[in-house]
């Protein structure tokens, strides 16, 4: 048989690579502390599973959902974002519900990309940003993220030639896997960019909640006072944001150029549910939907009465999470200290962005191999991210501070 030529670039990938490198210890008798995977451990709320429980024995969810269908989760997902965020959202046209937001970040590039097109990535980023633009067959120019620039891409060292050639810019804040915070004042800066140059801005924004910081003066720091000239700074709203983080829709109200992707897998436990949401430019949306109306009707109506339920309903479990996951984070940190690593205290996300020592700093996917072979710890090698994710390692912070400290125990004695 005779495949297509896109599949040759989609061959590798670092979660599959570090799955069989796992299989591999387990048949070998370790006992796996997975710290690989971003899929949180924590439960979903009882009243999001008695929401989608009480829709299973309603007849009327179990058959195909088409968009109209899907109106009152659009109208709970623009309430979110405008109490969350101080941004007007309009439902009808500038909300689609997806199965994950992978979904609507892999398939955005089919509305948008040409053959030869070229997209701008972040470099380390996640995985599937990448995938989606080779299934169009477009070109991927990556965005060096490195630590003397906040892991922040640099917008004026993009060549020109490029840009020429340039459709979509994909950001993430806070970042997978570097943990990163974008302020403010960089997404307006990124919007006047792309306003400058006919690019969509994509951003993906699964961490939105998963943030550790509420001081005022950081909180400053991060929302800035849009001091850009006016000639470069769209219009922002008065913040009315509950958020600790901004959305790049704060520093593009209009929304002229931006899309949002926003999954309910972090915030709300609900990753293996897939639901999550595209929110923006309502022409942008209408381009998604047309894609996506070529390959699925929609997420099971039942699941969507799920996520109104989350998204509607209490929120203390949300705060619940982050402070688990900041528990999770200090006991990590502090018993890699103890061995001698020194890595930066991250202040969102669940993920510690380590850099590997010296003896290990150019091969992330052998130390990961290794690590995992002889002590039954799974990370996932930097390198897998890009090219500039070589020399670090991430850590998931899916287990609870007594495993996260025995797997420090075993990388210690690695070491």
Not at 222 to 241: F, M
Not at 271 to 293: D, E, P, S
Not at 294 to 322: C, E, H, M, W
């Amino acid at each position: 048989m005779q495949f297509a030529k896109r599949l040759q670039t989609l061959q590798s990938n670092v979660f599959a690579d570090m799955d069989r490198a796992k299989a591999v210890a387990r048949s070998a008798g370790r006992q796996i502390i997975d710290l690989s995977l971003g899929s949180s451990d924590l439960p979903a709320q009882a009243h999001v599973i008695e929401a989608i429980a009480q829709s299973l024995h309603d007849q009327s969810t179990h058959g195909y959902l088409l968009f109209h269908g899907t109106q009152a989760f659009r109208q709970a997902a623009a309430q979110w974002y405008e109490q969350k965020f101080g941004i007007s959202v309009d439902p009808e046209t500038e909300v689609l519900p997806l199965i994950g937001s992978q979904e609507g970040t892999a398939h955005l590039p089919l509305a948008l990309l040409d053959p030869g097109d070229f997209a701008l990535l972040l470099d380390p980023g996640y995985p599937s940003h990448a995938g989606g633009v080779y299934l169009a067959s477009g070109q991927i120019y990556p965005m060096p993220l490195l630590a003397e620039n906040n892991f922040l891409p640099v917008l004026a060292d993009i060549p020109a030639a490029v840009l020429a050639q340039s459709r979509m810019m994909v950001l993430s804040y806070p970042h997978n896997p570097t943990a990163a915070i974008a302020p403010l004042s960089f997404f307006q800066e990124a919007v006047a960019f792309c306003q400058q140059h006919n690019l969509v801005l994509v951003h993906d924004f699964p961490y939105v909640d998963l943030v550790f910081e509420e001081t005022g003066d950081w909180r400053k720091k991060v929302h800035g006072d849009n001091s850009l000239p006016a000639s470069l700074s769209p219009r922002v709203p008065a913040s009315s944001s509950r958020s600790l983080v901004p959305s790049i829709l704060q520093a593009d109200p209009d929304k002229s150029v931006s899309i949002e992707f926003f999954t309910l897998s972090k915030s709300y436990n609900m990753g293996g549910f897939r639901i999550g949401y595209a929110i923006g430019n309502a022409q942008l949306i209408n381009a998604l939907r047309q894609v996506k109306a070529a390959v699925d009707f929609n997420q099971y109506r039942g699941i969507l009465n799920g996520a109104i339920a989350a998204l509607t309903g209490p929120q203390a479990g949300v705060k619940d999470s982050v402070a688990t996951f900041r528990k999770r984070r200090d006991a990590f940190i502090n018993a890699l200290h103890q061995i001698g690593w020194q890595v930066p205290t991250p202040k969102a996300t669940m993920y510690i962005w380590a850099k590997l020592p010296a003896q290990w700093n150019q091969n992330s996917i052998e130390f990961c191999t290794q690590l995992v072979k002889q002590t039954g710890v799974a990370a996932s090698p930097g390198a897998g991210f890009g090219k500039s994710g070589e020399g670090y390692v991430r850590f998931a912070l899916v287990h609870e501070p007594p495993l996260l400290e025995a797997a420090v125990r075993r990388i210690a004695e690695f070491l």
